[in-house]
């Protein structure tokens, strides 16, 4: 294979020339934008023409607090989120048990993944709480009911945090009181995000200097710059991914394969497989060779010999957890890549029977 297929997009997707064009706008307005003289009102009026173009892109009303990306914004919040309680969804990103505190308590989900509202109810019974929960799971792909599940957190009186790495730009944002957000999943750089405030009077101000004393330390500008243009392209047809996603996962089921999740809504964006008598390691180390680049789950667990959370959340049988495999599609994959992985996905499955067919004859 001549030319590389990446398929982990939903890790780090590439950035899009607009998002680098935008970029280097920012680094000629190099100065501080927290600085009096003009250099520096100069900066401040491009990262609030950033500020605005996320709103825009949106369709967001209310405050836009620059962040380093998605996990800084959910720490933000589960540290000072102005109620006492606190819970999230049990195959949350890995930054939220850690954001949320050892107090916290855990929503279980079901076989689909989705989130048990008869326990989310029961938290609410409690009195004022946090709530923080994914738009999409970043291993599989699941879309929990937010609207359904926000009104439900507003009429009890509580606050919804909703993670929404993986669906800004890709489907309409969910009705929450905060929401956080990065730019490299969606076409932008790496290293800067934003978290989304319905009202700031919800949140404690930290004391610092910059983003009305929300957060400390000189803002990115070259990175607003950018985060703001990969939004506003939307480079993501949905309608196309879903098409993909449908080959992909079609593909595989003819190879034996199961996919997760696959009574539950999910995101065009993401496909999550597992090959019988697989083992992840093994896959993804013979697909890379292959010049195939795929996923175990999210970037930041994926390398560490342990079983993924999500999976043992939604209660996934030890051995389709054992060969999981996401693959995440990006602006520019298409048809082709998918036939590549299925060939190959193909040929491994091909490799395994073989190799069972030789134990039962051992035997």
Known sequence: MTKRIYFDHAATTPVIGAARDAFLRGIDGWSNPNSPHGEGRAARALLEEARETIKIALDWRHDVIF?????????????????????YGATEHAIVPFAMGEQAEVLPVDGNGLIDEAALDAVLAKGPALIT??????????????????????????LLLADCAQGASK????DAD?????????????????????????????????????????????????????????PYDMARMAKLRTRLENGAKALGASVIGDGAPRAATIGAVSLPGAN???????????????????????????????LAAMNVPGDVAAGFLRLSFGPDTNDADVDAFLAEYGRIAARLGANASDKIRVA
Do not use: W
């Open 67 to 87: 962040t380093s990306g998605a996990s800084e914004s959910v720490e933000i919040v589960g540290k000072r989120a102005c109620v006492a309680g606190r819970a």
């Open 133 to 158: 929960i994914q738009q999409v799971n970043n291993e599989t792909g699941i879309i929990q009911p937010l609207d359904r599940i926000a009104a439900t957190i507003r009429a009890a009186g509580s």
């Open 171 to 174: 489907m309409p944002l969910p």
């Open 178 to 234: 905060f929401i956080a957000i990065c730019a490299h999943k969606l076409g932008g750089p790496p290293g800067v995000g934003a978290l989304l405030v319905r009202d700031l009077g919800t949140l404690e101000p930290c004391g610092g200097g910059q983003e009305k004393g929300y957060r400390r330390g000189t803002q990115d500008v070259p990175g607003a710059l950018a985060f703001a243009a990969a939004l506003a392209a939307k």
């Open 280 to 310: 992840s390691a093994s896959l993804l180390v013979q697909l890379d060779l292959a010049g195939i680049a795929v996923s175990a789950g999210s970037a930041c667990a994926s390398g560490k010999a342990k079983a993924s959370h999500v």
